[in-house]
């Protein structure tokens, strides 16, 4: 089952929050500087916090992960903005 996912990082050292931000890229749509929304399945977010965690420094960064629930559910509209709206990006499987 594929589940839409919140994913945020604060990351102290900018290679690698740069380094975050292109990995996340390839995984999801960004929301804001660092958030991200997700569509993963079960494969896919295990192999993302695998890649996360080779760059991270686990002692002065972190990635966060929030469940918005499946995307035939309630993951597919959870998520919204007051001010400035979003745009709903078109959530597509991540091709491997």
Same mark, same amino acid.
């Given at each position: ?19 975050? #931000?292109?990995? /996340?890229?390839?995984?999801?749509? +960004?929301?804001?500087?660092? !958030?991200?929304?997700?569509?993963? $399945? ?22 966060? #992960?929030?469940? /918005?629930?499946?995307?035939?559910? +309630?993951?597919?509209?959870? !998520?919204?903005?007051?001010?400035? $709206? ?11």
């Amino acid at each position: 089952m594929r589940k839409a996912w919140l994913v945020s990082y604060d990351i102290a050292d900018s290679k690698r929050r740069a380094k975050v #931000f292109k990995t /996340l890229r390839g995984y999801g749509d +960004r929301l804001q500087y660092s !958030v991200f929304r997700c569509v993963l $399945g079960r494969r896919e977010r295990v192999e993302l916090q695998a890649a996360l965690e080779r760059v991270i420094k686990p002692g002065d960064d972190q990635v966060l #992960f929030a469940s /918005l629930g499946p995307i035939d559910g +309630r993951g597919a509209e959870a !998520v919204s903005a007051i001010g400035r $709206g979003i745009e709903q990006p078109q959530l597509q499987a991540r091709i491997l």
